[in-house]
């Protein structure tokens, strides 16, 4: 099955910087690239999302690259703000079987 | 258009105790799934079904059972609740396994 790693496992940024996660997954037939931002308390949301014929998709401040060949694909979040601070998953999906998370990445934005 | 309800949001089970997590969506979604997160780390899952009267393991679903009788609703099963089961359960759905939504989450604790 699916297998995605994702790093780094925590991320300390000064506010109006950058911030990058990077995830890696193994099933090369995956074809669809979801990120989710989980506030403290809260449930998992969709942030931004991107599919294997694409590979680069922006909204906002936020991004999303993707490298089929290396099987790695990133979330960059720009300009960042103290209400970006939260966890972060990346997921993988082959069409029609169940998405594979990552193991998350804790953002701080620090003001 | 609710999304996906869970109910309870809260529950304290003493060890050996059973109880169901009901879980219903109205978007007409053929997938729905369960994943258990632990305090600090990422989702894990525990049963999903791509379909009413289909269901499959995923990667943790020891010590629980779920059903799929209609499109709308996934309950899931405790049996002898265990304190290594205290967790926050997340349900959620997805049109093919892509986009998925998830409930607010029921928070469980056994002692």
């Known amino acids: 099955g699916e297998n995605v790693e994702q790093h780094p496992s925590t991320l300390s940024v000064q506010e109006g910087d950058s911030a990058v996660i990077k995830c890696t997954y193994s099933?090369?037939?995956?074809?669809?690239f979801p990120w989710y931002k989980q506030e403290l308390g809260k449930r998992p949301q969709l942030i931004i999302d991107i599919r294997s014929n694409v590979g680069e998709k922006k909204d906002q401040r936020i991004a999303v690259t993707l490298n089929k060949t290396a099987k790695h694909f990133s979330l960059h979040i720009t300009e960042t703000q103290p209400e970006d601070s939260a966890v972060y998953f990346c997921a993988a999906t082959a069409a029609g079987n169940k998405l594979t998370f990552g193991g998350g990445t804790r953002v701080l934005v620090k003001p | 258009n609710a999304g996906v309800t869970q109910t309870p949001k809260f529950r304290i089970l003493k060890i050996g105790q059973s109880m169901t997590l009901q879980c219903a969506q109205d978007?007409?979604?053929?997938?729905m799934y369960w994943y258990r997160q632990d305090p600090g780390m990422g989702l894990k899952l525990i049963y999903y079904?791509?379909?009413?009267?289909?269901?499959d393991k995923g990667e943790v679903p020891n010590g629980y059972n779920v059903s799929r009788s209609t499109t709308e609703d996934f309950p899931l099963r405790l049996e002898l609740a265990a304190p290594s089961q205290t967790s926050v359960y997340f349900c959620?759905?997805?049109?093919?396994?892509?986009?998925?939504?998830f409930g607010e989450g029921s928070w469980l604790t056994v002692v």
């Open positions: 099933d090369s037939a995956s074809n669809y």
């Open positions: 959620a759905s997805s049109y093919s396994g892509n986009t998925i939504y």
């Open positions: 079904s791509v379909g009413a009267g289909i269901t």
């Open positions: 978007m007409n979604h053929n997938y």
